[in-house]
């Protein structure tokens, strides 16, 4: 080997990256979770009656998702029995360690959400035995759901902002180190739980309810906020990117690199067509009552927020510290962190969507609703 190959070989020599594939899986799946249950508390909580044909089934779909979320962890510990670490060790650092939050957070989250889907359906699973419960019964049930909605929503955002905390918190690293990085993650989270809803709702509702039709003025409604959470996530990701690159310091030199190479993926692919086409398809008449168009939107805008988790973990840690380019990654097709773990827990996910769905009468609740207002 002549001196040219082995300077070039030390210059090149970088631990491998710590967070695979299945990070900006898990960051995406809790962010999603986060954002259904807050939807779902615009009936429960804040009493938007436009919303409550979806509060149970939003409901619903948080608790399978933050379910489904910590299967991507185990995995990326390559040896689960790992686990067990989160819970005894660690603790005297709890003030100042966001990953000690999530072991709190984990565990509490989706018990409230079972407990609230639990008071919600509670008259309708008495109902199926042939009780009918008093009107006092329904209205303390009512008043509980809504303060275990109101303990939720803080849950809610703290179980996803806790992971900006845990990227932001890092200095080496320029992509993450910004206090804009809790913030950005839920303004981002709101966007796929949203498209998320919009991809599922129809499915269920046309298939799987007794009424057989999509609710298209749910969809409009779901288009036009999906369109103001993508507003705010802009916003947000402006002021960031913009102080970053041009007042950061030296960290602005390794971002410009950063954005320079992957210009298409981010400002083309994320950016323009998976942000500004759904902002543009919800606040436009003519594309928002189209099915198609809405259906559209939503699909582009849970991928869009994946690519973001991914430009930010993956992307972030690309950033050499040793080197003068970025450093490559690509996924291991099976095994630990691969995309067959990917692709297992989404099956994971669905799965426990059809348990849960078929557990939990929200087509009853849902129905319901609509015989009441004579749309069935």
């Known amino acids: 080997m002549d001196f040219g190959t082995l300077l070039h070989t030390i210059s090149s020599i970088t631990p491998d990256r710590p967070w695979g594939i299945d990070i900006p899986n898990y960051f995406w799946f809790t962010g999603s979770s986060a954002a259904a249950f807050i939807i779902s508390s615009f009936a429960h ?3 938007m009656k436009e919303y409550k044909p979806i509060a149970g089934f939003s409901l619903l779909l948080a608790f399978v998702l933050l379910v489904a979320a910590p299967m991507n962890l185990i995995d990326d510990l390559r040896q689960p029995g790992r686990i067990i670490n989160f819970f005894f060790y660690g ?32 008259p309708y699973f008495w109902f199926s035995k042939g009780v009918v419960r008093s009107h006092e019964q329904v209205e303390k049930d009512h008043h509980l759901g809504v303060i275990l909605g109101a303990i939720g929503i803080p849950l809610a955002l703290s179980v996803h902002g806790y992971t900006g905390y845990i990227l932001g918190a890092v200095h080496a690293i320029p992509l993450f180190h910004t206090p804009l990085m809790p913030i950005l993650f839920l303004a981002s989270a709101m966007v796929s739980g949203t498209g998320l809803l919009i991809i599922l709702l129809p499915i269920f509702q046309k298939f799987f309810t007794d009424f057989k039709r999509v609710d298209m003025d749910m969809m409009q409604r779901l288009a036009r906020l999906l369109a103001w959470f993508i507003v705010i996530d802009l916003v947000i990701r402006f002021f960031w990117l913009t102080f970053a690159i041009t007042f950061n310091g030296e960290e602005k030199y390794a971002l410009k690199l950063f954005f320079g190479e992957n210009f298409w993926e981010v400002l083309i692919v994320d950016y323009v067509i998976c942000l500004l086409v759904p902002m543009i398809i919800g606040f436009t008449n003519y594309f928002a009552r189209s099915f198609k168009w809405v259906l559209f939107g939503g699909i582009l805008s849970a991928i869009g927020v994946w690519i973001f988790r991914w430009n930010t973990v993956i992307g972030g840690q690309s950033i050499g510290k040793t080197t003068p380019f970025l450093l490559e990654y690509h996924p291991h097709f099976s095994g630990f962190d691969s995309i067959v773990s990917v692709l297992s827990n989404w099956s994971l996910l669905i799965a426990l969507i059809a ?13 319901n609703y609509y015989v009441k207002q004579g749309e069935r």
């Open 45 to 47: 909580v804040f009493g």
């Open 91 to 122: 603790w005297e650092n709890f003030p100042t360690s966001p990953m000690k939050w999530g072991v709190l957070l984990l565990i509490a989250y989706p018990l409230l959400i079972l407990v609230e889907a639990l008071v919600l359906y509670r």
């Open 355 to 367: 348990l849960v769905m078929v557990l939990f009468p929200w087509d009853k609740e849902m129905a």
